[in-house]
């Protein structure tokens, strides 16, 4: 392992500062016994400097299968160097994400934009601290907005006593809420994405008054909206989300 090499160095090196008069004398002299409590130190502190790059070894066939598929993605004629800014966060992303999910998708098709020029420009600073924000379910919203706008309508009822509106549903939803781990979360979700300024839910017309049917009084609303990609949305899914992904139609 890296760390049981940086290890030996280390030993071999504060070894070096014992004079050669004073090798033969008893470890428990106060000079050894300096050094002694000096190499353990170091050899500790070493474990801990060391662990994180150890982890890295272990995880060499993953990030292995990961540049395969950057390569896949670039024509050799297109390659070319990636900024750091893009490229540094984006690894360390790829770091702490399950392998096979399309949360590294989005962080493989980053890399992947980065370093070929004919799609460079679609890759934005900002988009590996936005991925690493999203939940599952949230890349998933992206997948299929990615696609096209989806529409949704809700009812807010009216209480003509207080002259407010009271609770709003929605009795009307087009997105494919059947492949949400959460699909009652879906107006959590847009918010955060709003947040996010990747998509939002706007009105696209005139709410529409419902009244009772005998007393012809207001009773609420219909409001009629959809879901749908911000500008910067389109960009982020441009350089991030995948075209296809394995159980999404």
Avoid at 104 to 123: C, G, R, W, Y
Avoid at 223 to 239: M, P, Q, V
Wanted: glycine content about 4%; charged content about 25%; overall charge negative.
């Amino acid at each position: 392992m890296v760390g049981g090499k940086v290890r030996v160095v280390v030993i071999n090196e504060l070894l070096k500062l014992i004079p050669a008069d004073k090798a033969y004398e008893d470890v428990a002299q106060p000079a050894l016994r300096e050094l002694g409590k000096s190499l353990e130190k170091v050899i500790k502190a070493s474990r801990f400097i060391i662990a994180p790059l150890e982890y890295l070894a272990a995880q060499h066939e993953r990030w292995e299968r990961y540049l395969r598929k950057v390569a896949e993605n670039v024509d050799e004629d297109n390659l070319i160097e990636g900024h750091p800014q893009i490229i540094v966060p984006t690894l360390e992303g790829l770091c702490y994400v399950q392998e096979d999910t399309i949360i590294s998708e989005m962080f493989v098709n980053l890399l992947s934009n980065a370093i070929d020029k004919t799609k460079q420009d679609s890759a934005h600073p900002a988009f590996p601290k936005i991925i690493s924000q999203l939940s599952p379910d949230e890349a998933v919203v992206l997948f299929f907005l990615k696609m096209g706008k989806y529409k949704v309508t809700q009812q807010a009822d009216y209480d003509i006593k207080t002259d407010e509106f009271a609770s709003t549903r929605t009795i009307y939803e087009e997105f494919p809420l059947d492949k949400l781990v959460y699909p009652q979360h879906i107006g959590v979700y847009m918010d955060h994405l709003s947040s996010l300024n990747l998509a939002g839910t706007w009105q696209i017309k005139q709410q529409e008054i419902i009244k009772d049917k005998k007393t012809k009084i207001q009773t609420g609303v219909y409001i009629y909206a959809e879901h749908r990609l911000t500008e910067f949305g389109r960009l982020f899914a441009e350089a991030c989300v995948p075209k296809e992904y394995k159980g999404l139609a």
